[in-house]
């Protein structure tokens, strides 16, 4: 097996689908980083992939869409994790970079207290049927 970020990603897609993982987690996982990082970083090898350079790819993405570049140094650190298990690499670089991505707060919305505050979306009969819950 090589030794790029790539190869090492893939051989990881397939233990966790033979582990049990479900198909589109795995699926979930290969195409987000197929589509922003192995563009620029896959064909290195992995032992010389450092903090700074995942971090400006996360930050590329973080000015799309904030919670897919945290959800995306999870997925890199697990294939640093996993290359630390084979012996393919000495250090996972997106422990350092903990807090760097930042995901926007959710708002807070009103609460619906009764079926009559649900009636607004819903027909008269379902209101009614919501309120035998």
Same mark, same amino acid.
């Given at each position: 097996?090589?030794?790029? !970020? ?7 897609? &397939?233990? +966790?689908?033979?582990?049990? +993982?479900?198909?589109?987690? @795995? ?9 922003? @990082? =192995?563009?620029?970083? $896959?064909?290195?090898? !992995?032992? @010389?992939?450092? /903090?700074? +350079? ?20 999870? =997925? !890199?650190?697990? @294939?640093?994790?996993? &290359?630390?298990?084979? $012996?393919? &690499? ?7 970079? +903990?807090? &760097?991505?930042? /995901?926007?707060? $959710?708002?807070? =919305?009103?609460? !619906? ?9 819903? /027909? ?10």
């Amino acid at each position: 097996m090589r030794r790029t !970020i790539s190869s090492i990603s893939r051989a990881l897609w &397939a233990a +966790k689908l033979w582990s049990g +993982k479900s198909h589109e987690y @795995v699926e979930e996982m290969v195409k987000k980083l197929e589509k922003d @990082v =192995f563009p620029w970083i $896959g064909t290195r090898p !992995i032992s @010389v992939i450092e /903090s700074p +350079k995942i971090l400006a790819i996360l930050n590329r993405i973080e000015a799309r869409v904030a919670e897919t570049a945290r959800r995306l140094r999870g =997925f !890199i650190g697990e @294939v640093f994790r996993y &290359a630390i298990a084979c $012996g393919k &690499a000495k250090n996972d670089p997106t422990t350092a970079l +903990k807090g &760097a991505v930042l /995901s926007r707060k $959710g708002r807070r =919305f009103a609460a !619906i207290r009764s079926p009559r505050d649900l009636g607004f979306c819903c /027909s008269p009969s379902t209101a009614t049927n919501a309120a035998k819950w």
